[in-house]
């Protein structure tokens, strides 16, 4: 029976005004200091780019593969800057660039890939002209020429080492006669460079006797393989200066999975129509025999390269993922016996079970980054999922800044072409470090700031830009207790905080990560008699209960702790909500408003927001540490909640998308019903944005466009105008200046937030709280909010655009004195008119 409380959400219009801004082309870009011995500095940077061809061609050589075509050479430089001068005259690709720091000074390497001997050559013919000092005129000017080799400090190659991948560097070589190698392969993006450097890598493996096991997989920044071959063949390929890194296969990620005691329901719950909201469970397969998983639930299984030859589950993390995608809140479900399925499912399965491990792995011969594009891009064009799940993540591949994961580059660059929604989860720390401390309260502290420490920071996929990726908190904090035991145990994350295993922020480039946190277990800590204090990782209280992949013994039901069980939550809720805006709007929604009104939703309790602020991180050395920095990696926006798909009489959401120009500026403009800022009762706006610019891991920035808001109280959007224009005297600036009384208390700052593909910012206020806001603008009767979106590039689009589409999503909520919010912001606000096509 249709709910009349549900109401349709509210789609608003921006105000009809557009600028641009003033933006630097690279702020923060360091000045290079002229060099005084332009002679001795420009035989230095020829004697080294001579030795490092030389090595280069000499590797090779030893393989008969052609020496002068895509060499790659590693350029230090001072100012990168010059990054956009070396593309454009001398014709080479930039395949990745770094950023460090040395004795406080910035550092910047580019790995640039010489497409001809003749680039290289007119580029030897440059520095010869510059270390002579002349003043002709070849391909750049004197002051060009000057400025570029100026800043160039060093020109080397690779070594062996830079090449290995965490696994390899970790175990070394494999005793095998034979192993597999995930391959990944610089070329220049182009469909030329790569047909070429698949021919370089075929035949330097064919001469040494190993074998490309398939075509490589291709995104835009790197080509990825898996080949099988021996000791000595890897000891070749680590001198090839075109291989980016070389590593072993990902293997098992661990998470502890135990049985619940529990039988299903007599009867088998159906979905509630044909017309119900659908998402895809990329894992181990599900085990669609299950009670719980019958009458239609799952729409189709696909084995897609397991290696198993069966589309069923023989591990159980895909049916307990699936369990949670399908339900939702599988705990109350147990707890109250009453089962709606709300999600059907298809199942993509990738995964096999690990018979030592007894861990979901992938097979050694795949590449995951092929089969997971194949999967998604299957179930996308045949069964129309936009929603996809995948609690799957490389536990070796741990980010500690630099450059962005291939995983991760793929699945962004997949969720824009598609339109659709990744969640992934962040990654677990399997055997955290055991807390300290003299009082519960020291231990819990204790545990708290260990997620801030480098070996709790996330794991590649969870770093991507635009999927949104998942952390865990702990629904319970209550312990089985057997009764009798001497050997107590300790829950020590309080209800709703971070789990004492999972992954933390930030992303690349310091975006929010991860974007949003849902229960997945906990551990408990136990202290042995007379012993040491251990981690018990399989405590039936704090575990996250979900349906288990067998009916032996009766048993239905099986608890997980990891962020693999908090993602299908959150995926739950994007199925809905996806489900939901397709009815209101009858067209399909697009990925972006989905993520913001994701983001909208989420919260975290005041008393743990307060709990995390008090958080240390023995690594942050400024003299006032952000403590709300430290809120945003520990948990991201919140947990998502599905009330977000309706808007109610006391909580209303306006949306609206639209197109931004790249260096320009939108401005909405939205009545506050004075009812809503004077009545008695919780107050609370949010505000999201969620964008998808294009990616590109050679590009330290990562994102090529960085997007972010800013909201004033009491402004007409003329006036904002006139605070431009008034501002616009040549100072580069970011945002408009304007009075300091029309700035508000929304948090957290858009500063934090602007390398973020999705933002939320909120203002909350109690009972007797609203004051701030209540400003009115000159000729007008009532307060009213002016929201700025604006956009900027950080280095050229790759595909030559020149705008970024967007979803901006605004919810008043009010819990208190009856009032009808709904209508009360419905008539103020200028609403969109929708076009049916």
Known sequence: MADPERLYHIPFQREEVERPLRVR????????????????????????????????????????????????????????????????????????????????????????????????????????????????????????????FDALERVARLGPEDRKGPRLKRKGSPAKDQFYVDLDLWYDGTNVGYRETEQMIRAALGKMGGRLVSDLFRIPSLLLGKAEINAQILEQLLQLDFVATIDLPVESLPEEAFDLFGRPPDIEPVLEGEDVPLACVVDSGVFSGHPLLRNGVVLEEADLGSGEDTEADLNGHGTGVAGIVVYGNVAQAMAQNDWIPKVRICSAKVLKNDPVSDAPVFPEEIRPESVLEEAIRYFNQERGCRVFNLSIGDPDKIYAGGRQFPWAEMLDNLSRELGIIIVVSAGNVYNPGIPYGNSREDIRDSARDQLLTPEHRLIDPGTAAICLSVGSIARREDPYDSGGTSMSRLAISPRKAPSVFTRTGFGVAKAIKPDLVAYGGDYALQQIPGGDKGWVRNDPNLGEPSLRNSMQDGRGFKAFCGTSLAAPHVTHVAALIEHALKHQLEVAPSANLIRAMMVNSANIPENIVEWLRNSEDINDNRQAPRKQEYVLRLVGFGKPDERICWSRRNRVTLFAEDVLPIKSFHIYSIPIPPEFLRRRGNKKIAISLAYDPPVRLSRKNYIATKMYFEVYRGLTSEQLEDFRRAKESGEDVDLPSVPKTARTNFTPGWQVLQTSTVQLRTWEKGPRGGADLFKVPDDMDEPNLTILVAGKEQFPHPEGLDSQPYALVVTFSFDGEEIDLYNLVRQRVRIRERVRV
């Open 25 to 148: 082309a690279f702020p923060g870009a360091p000045k290079v200091q002229p060099r005084d011995d332009r002679p001795a500095h420009g035989q230095k940077i020829h004697s080294e780019t001579d030795q490092a061809v030389h090595d280069i061609e000499a590797a090779r050589d030893k393989l008969g593969i052609q020496p002068d075509r895509l060499r790659v050479l590693d350029f230090e430089i001072l100012n990168v800057n010059q990054r956009e001068l070396l593309i454009r005259i001398f014709g080479i690709a930039v395949v990745e660039e770094l950023q460090d720091k040395l004795e406080d000074v910035d550092r910047y390497r580019l790995l640039v890939q010489f497409p001809t001997s003749e680039s290289l050559i007119a580029f030897e013919k440059e520095l010869e002209l510059y270390r002579i000092n002349s003043k002709e005129k070849e391909l750049l000017t004197f002051a060009q020429r000057r400025d570029l």
